[in-house]
């Protein structure tokens, strides 16, 4: 396939890279010019989505959020606009269900077809895990792509399943992060020094990521991640609570409130 890219974050340039190491050849548009630098000598720029969609069979979109989803696809400039009929948008962004169902329909009207597939870091390091919802030919269609930069590549259900999985995860993390924000205050009010504490936690058995995502807040320091780290669990967390909201889900409380927790230690960190 013709492959095109929208989104050149931290998550962003991971899939591009990815998919340039496994030999594909990709169209790029970026607001920020310095974002496309790293792969001036690999990929062809373009100067709007259109553009891209005009270039591509399928499109990757890896924005902040479903104002910026919408905002690249539609409208007078929009990859929708170029995408011939048949061409496949696939949202990585992490959005609300609903969203990405509205978007569905919004491709459908052009003849185009949208599957999300929001992605995380997994546990087959460099590539990425790939949670993904749609019709399972378009699915099938673009997996050759999907596996270029994911291992494993899931497939949940249709239009929105990614999207719940993905936000599902990330409310889980937070909520770990809050959790274990709590036992080293446990620990250190029993007379352990915080930062000691976080060494040791971070490499027994109740390992996990929250450990380097909680770093800043007990050891201070250049030790941040990548990415909006606040701004994602605040984000992701407040999209799950409505979703849970909107369908009645009364279980998940207790993960949804230790969620909130975790979201507010990182907007402090």
Not at 160 to 166: D, E, V
Request: net charge negative; with cysteine; hydrophobic share 45%.
């Amino acid at each position: 396939m013709k492959i095109g890219f929208i989104g050149l974050g931290n998550m962003g340039t991971r899939i591009v890279t990815l998919l340039l190491d496994a030999g594909h050849e990709l169209t790029l548009w970026a607001r920020r010019p310095a974002s496309l630098e790293p792969f001036a000598d690999r990929c062809t720029a373009v100067n709007s989505p259109a553009e891209v969609g005009e270039a591509s069979e399928l499109v990757g979109i890896c924005v902040w959020d479903e104002n910026d989803v919408a905002e690249v696809m539609l409208g007078d400039h929009g990859v929708l606009v170029g995408l011939p009929a048949g061409g496949v948008v696939v949202v990585h962004s992490t959005i609300s269900p609903a969203a990405c169902r509205s978007l569905y329909d919004e491709a459908a009207r052009t003849g185009a077809h949208l599957i999300d597939a929001p992605v995380s870091v997994g546990a087959n390091v460099p590539k990425l895990l790939v949670m993904v919802g749609g019709e399972t030919e378009t699915v099938e269609r673009s997996r050759l792509v999907l596996e270029s930069f994911g291992d494993p590549v899931v497939h949940l259900g249709p239009v929105g399943s990614g999207q719940i999985a993905k936000l599902i995860n990330n409310t889980l993390l937070a909520a770990t992060i809050g959790i274990a924000d709590d036992a080293i205050d446990l620990g250190a009010r029993l007379g352990l020094d915080p930062a000691a504490l976080l060494a040791v936690l971070s490499s027994a058995s109740a390992r996990g990521t929250w450990s380097s995502l909680l770093a800043p807040r007990i050891i201070g320091g250049d030790s941040a991640p990548g990415g909006r780290t606040h701004e994602w669990a605040t984000k992701d967390v407040g999209l799950t609570t409505s979703l849970a909201a909107q369908a009645n889900v009364s279980a998940g409380r207790d993960v949804l409130r230790m969620a909130q927790r975790g979201s507010h230690v990182l907007e402090s960190a």
